[in-house]
């Protein structure tokens, strides 16, 4: 099993952790600007995209996508579930500091409760290798081939 | 608060469940074809901005991912429709919630992932933080 990650593949994992919630915050933001979008009024869509606060979460939401595809290409889903809701724990600190709303007792205890998820599953392997594959790279090994 | 009438009451948990499974349906499916891909750097076709149409095809090309995205497209049209009768406030936790536990249990059984005590505790704690932050 892999535990090293390569710093490249902790950059992909923050990536994963701040796009989407900046993304959907900065999408909020925009689309409070925006206004109410209704089945009479659906060219406000349109205009949408080019609010700088929409465009600037759309381009965030693709640059999620990408990074958390990259990230299961080298990571097990089940290590990756964590780092994806703590996008809710940067929402929620985003709100704090940022928006200055104030958060219960409840949120704060959320936080924690996905900060210890994040550790407990960061302190092992990132990927379940195949053992066949497994056996095959110690074969190689074995025969000097992999030298 | 929306009127919770007994016929309501399956109405809201069935389209909860519903955009849960789509959820995990496509999580799994494009998490599968990723593993099947493998470290996309090794489809890089060369340096540059020219050599990510490698990783873009093999990935545009899986049959896997096609689906697992179109299931994602699903969910979010089937979110909307939920939201539309089912209050936020237990909408998003009680989807968040079902989606990381199902994901987890396909991961283990569907994928193969060696889902360990570490990783089931971090999914109890991720259920238990996304419930109270939605408190």
């Given at each position: 099993m892999k535990h090293a990650l390569k710093p490249s593949q902790y950059a992909i994992l923050v990536a994963v952790m701040l796009t989407a919630s900046v993304g959907d915050t900065l999408l909020s933001r925009g689309m409070a600007e925006v206004g109410a979008v209704d089945l009479q009024h659906l060219g406000l869509l349109w205009k949408a995209l080019f609010n700088p606060f929409v465009a600037s979460g759309i381009v965030l939401l693709i640059g999620f996508f990408a990074s958390y595809m990259t990230a299961l290409s080298w990571a097990d889903l089940t290590f990756l579930m964590p780092a994806t809701a703590f996008g809710y724990v940067v929402i929620a600190l985003l709100s704090r500091f940022w928006l200055h709303e104030q958060l219960s007792a409840y949120r704060w205890t959320g936080i924690l409760l996905i900060v210890?998820?994040?550790?407990?599953?960061?302190?092992?392997?990132?990927?379940?290798?195949?053992?066949?594959?497994e056996h095959h790279e110690l074969d190689i090994m074995d025969s000097g081939a992999g030298r | 608060m929306m009127a919770a009438q007994p016929g309501d009451l399956l109405r809201q948990w069935s389209s909860i469940t519903?955009?849960?499974?789509?959820?995990?349906?496509?999580?799994?499916?494009?998490?599968?074809?990723?593993?099947?891909?493998?470290?996309?750097?090794?489809?890089?076709?060369?340096?540059?901005?020219?050599?990510?149409?490698?990783?873009?095809?093999?990935?545009?090309?899986?049959?896997?991912?096609?689906?697992?995205a179109s299931c994602m497209a699903f969910n979010f049209f089937a979110m909307l429709w939920a939201l539309s009768i089912v209050d936020l406030s237990l909408a998003a936790p009680a989807i968040a919630s079902l989606t990381y536990i199902g994901n987890a249990i396909c991961a283990k059984l569907v994928l193969g992932e060696n889902v360990d005590q570490r990783r089931w505790l971090a999914v109890l704690f991720v259920c238990v933080g996304v419930i109270l932050i939605a408190h």
């Open positions: 210890c998820a994040v550790g407990f599953v960061a302190g092992g392997p990132s990927r379940t290798e195949d053992p066949a594959s | 519903g955009v849960a499974a789509l959820a995990i349906a496509g999580e799994v499916l494009i998490a599968s074809a990723m593993r099947d891909l493998g470290d996309l750097d090794n489809h890089r076709t060369g340096p540059g901005l020219k050599g990510f149409l490698g990783p873009v095809k093999a990935v545009l090309s899986n049959g896997k991912f096609l689906i697992g």
